[in-house]
């Protein structure tokens, strides 16, 4: 067989997640492995998780990276606080509510799912009539950035009219960290998970997740034991806790969580007021391409995300031809749709390290090439004047 | 509080794992981030599973590395595999087999303990008695390589017992997978997971498994959901699977992977029957150097592992004290006791690449040293010759 080594182009990502990774990042996860329990690595791992509460904006002790991907960052939320029997309301605005209902059924709850539009915020007055009419709830399950959609749901009231009602609310924070205004103290939410792979500009594989002290009683409280022993926060809060005496539980990734570390180093020299007033700001150049050469978004203006920015394909056009057009001859990647929305929207990403002015630019001016190359119903040779007026104003 | 970059040192790990990384897996992982469902990154995913079925000689179709370290590879065999209501007989001989049995009551299935001395192989008697016993018993699971004492057990005689009395097996493959002869197919395993921060140079993150098609049989006829979402196979087929239409279930780690193809490329060009004669050779040449030095092994010589070499603590030697000694004298890492054997076991891995003759000199002189400083009771400056005998015969 004799398979060699791999050598990858070098891509420029802007689709959905994984974005473009810091060089910072790269080289930090090169460097020498060091045991999981060597007290100088057991030391960075206190630094994560200092580094990952400014990211997260919160006093939690229980702010760790759980050790895989973001999908195993919510099956750890509803894995610990959804016990048999529990009714949960998930709000659905795209894809990922769907994989709630799914965590929700597999801890033997019940979800009472809230449908809201796909490429909608989820609607805080839908969130409060499922609540009335479902007084058994605990909790209150929503997306904060459907990746599916570019849309941006209003997390803030989302939990407050969640604890008027006495529920836990988990949310789905995967491509709104550090891209846009996240603040898990101010807006009391009580569990919450992301990933490292869109605006961390960190590679995939690990899940930052944060847990109040009101989650963290019903974790202590439960009446049965957690169905995952991996994902156990009772156990793994005795690995990653405060305690000098650390419990072994599994062995860490140590080079992955070595380029978690240097991402949110990277964060903090920046500030996060600062990351999320340039996500907001190259945005606002990417929008005013795509507008003179007259893709439309799907989102309303007021619910969109700045770092995902979905467009609908434009009459006749060939979705996939673009994208192997443009991954080709631009090494440029952009994302399909997923579930009902594939085939219909471009899905294009502006996060973390990818968020410069430099692939606003290159992506502009690449799909003017291939669309106009393929006949499409674009306004050509005027979107990337459109974004650098944005870029200089 | 201005948290700085993380620059490691250069250890010597020669604990249970992670053990030394190859500088060319680490080279791979600072590679140029892909995308997850780039056709190259694919096309790497389909080497990867290529190269695990050589290491397990396997040509079981499921073959490929869970995104999460082994103790979600081991949780990855049981919720697939355990249904409620399963009786699941569980050898323990150290602290691994104790996990099984979490995992096995977790999924609500019954764990039938067949207990066998610490350090000691699992007694293929005692399987056989506890099966004629428990007539109703599912599946019979066990530890290969006890990654806690240093004993390596008969995994195709306990897997034949097991299928004489219609159980399916589960193998913790974690410690032996590369570093000591294994054989999926020839011994007809079932269900097998191990790590890669072993005997494969890799760093930690990831599990490789396999299951057989009986077990996927199993799998495919269940009566209940596998109460994982994240390690359900049935999904992560469809994802990792051989068909050219991948069904997006989680972001693979990338980067992660592409360490493990070097790791798994440099495995194929040593050769894996070299690759288990130089951990056996090597292990011959440290265990030379520990007797001369009067060290005893607790594991009896014909059920050790060549790559985990478990030994006592002389009398009246500090453990702690000697460990920190080699840490920061050596940058050298040795492993403590785990479970009932802390503070009274080393355990010295020689694993992957880290089984090689610089690190045995370095590890029998360094110990020569800090054992002589603290007037330990060994036989002083005859540890290295007494290996080098051995390495150059």
Redesign the interface.
Known sequence: ???????????I?M?P??S??SP?V???????????L?P??VG?MD?VK??LK?AFQTKNELTMPV??????GM?TCF?NLVEPGDKVIVCQNGVFGG?MK??V???GGTAVMMQDDWGRMVDPQKLEDALKANHDAKIAAFVHAETSTGAMSDAKTLVEIAHKHDCLTIVDAVTSLAGSPLKVDEWNIDAIYS?T?KCLSC???LSPVSFSERALDKVRNRKS??????MDLNLVMAYWGGSSKRA?????????L??L??S??IL?QEGLENSWARHRKNHFALRAGFEAMGLQFIVPEAERLPQLNAVSIPEGVDDAAVRAAL?NDYQL?IGAG?GVMAGKVWRVGLMGHASNTRNILLCLGALDDVLGRMNAPIQRGVAVAAAQKVLTA
């Open positions: 067989m004799a398979i060699d080594s791999f050598y990858p182009p070098q891509r990502l689709g997640g994984p473009d990774v910072r790269l080289a930090a996860m090169a460097r020498p492995t060091l045991g999981h060597d100088l690595f960075m630094e200092e580094l400014y050790s895989a991907p973001g999908s195993a099956e894995v994989r799914e965590n059924e597999r801890c990933g792979q590679t995939p594989g034991k957690v169905q995952s022993w991996f072994y539980h599994h062995t860490a990734p140590v080079n992955a070595y380029g570390h240097e949110l180093v903090q991954l990647e997923l």
